[in-house]
């Protein structure tokens, strides 16, 4: 029997603001599509994301760069507002985002790899483990449990170049998402970052950016038979659920 989720609220809890149009934005624009509630949230603001602005005036700046494109797709932003390359798996954090995950009751949890680039991303893989294992539990949090609320599945996206920082290796994936009829979408919601393409722009003298995202899902397209993909590991951990959500819609 395939289990399915009582609501259909899917959360993308990654570190900094453009992540989840790098990584799963594909997958968010078919859930969405699909009639899914989705929610992106960051753990970090942004905040030394720019060699020009000081800090508070960048992460002004890109929060309303992470609105922007979540509208897109009608859905809502979050971000916990911690700085960057300060995120750190502690009781503070953890408790900020069991309270943000309390609230919103995801069924369906995307977050980073266990290895990636920069320990940003490691930290929130422990945060978004964390909180998608406790944030049900009546007395993880003392806002009100919304009804439905479960442990999610959860799946981690895919670590900068697919590749794990240790090894080189491509990491090997679970599920494959097409996502080739969305491209045109996820470029359209990771251009909304014009904060950081314009940077790149006129450091790289083209639109690396956009061509990175780009690669990487037409990498990720060879391996699964299309032209772009989306690739994930889900986490099977006891107690979570087996089956593989995301293949089955
Ligand atoms: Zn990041």
């Known amino acids: 029997m395939t289990a399915s989720p009582q609501r259909r609220v899917a959360l993308s809890l990654l570190a900094h603001p453009d992540d989840a149009e790098m990584f799963c934005a594909g997958t968010l624009i078919r859930l969405a599509d699909a009639g899914w509630e989705v929610h992106i949230a960051t753990v970090a603001s942004g905040d030394c994301g720019s060699m020009t602005l000081p800090r508070a005036e960048i992460a002004a ?52 790899p266990r290895h990636d680039y920069m320990l940003d991303h490691e ?50 994936p679970t599920t494959f998402v097409d996502v080739t009829r969305q491209m045109e979408r996820k470029i359209d919601m990771l251009a909304c970052h014009a904060s950081q393409r314009d940077w790149l722009r006129s450091h790289h003298g083209m639109d690396e950016y956009i061509e990175a995202m780009k690669r990487h899902s037409a990498e990720r397209g060879r ?27």
């Open 61 to 112: 700046v890109r929060r309303r760069e992470g609105i922007a494109a979540a509208a897109k797709i009608s859905a809502t932003y979050h971000t916990l507002d911690e700085p960057d390359i300060q995120v750190v798996f502690d009781k503070a954090t953890n408790r900020k985002a069991i309270d943000l995950v309390r609230r919103i009751g995801p069924t369906l949890l995307i977050t980073h």
């Open 123 to 172: 930290q929130v893989h422990l945060l978004a483990r964390s909180t998608a294992f406790s944030y049900s539990i009546p007395n993880a949090s003392d806002l009100p449990l919304i009804p439905g609320s479960a442990i999610p599945w959860l799946y981690y996206c895919d670590p900068v170049e697919a590749r794990d920082p240790y090894s080189r290796g491509l990491v090997s």
């Open 223 to 249: 391996q699964h038979g299309v032209m772009y993909a989306e690739a994930f590991v889900q986490h099977r951990g006891h107690p979570f659920p087996q089956n593989d959500l995301l293949a089955d819609l």
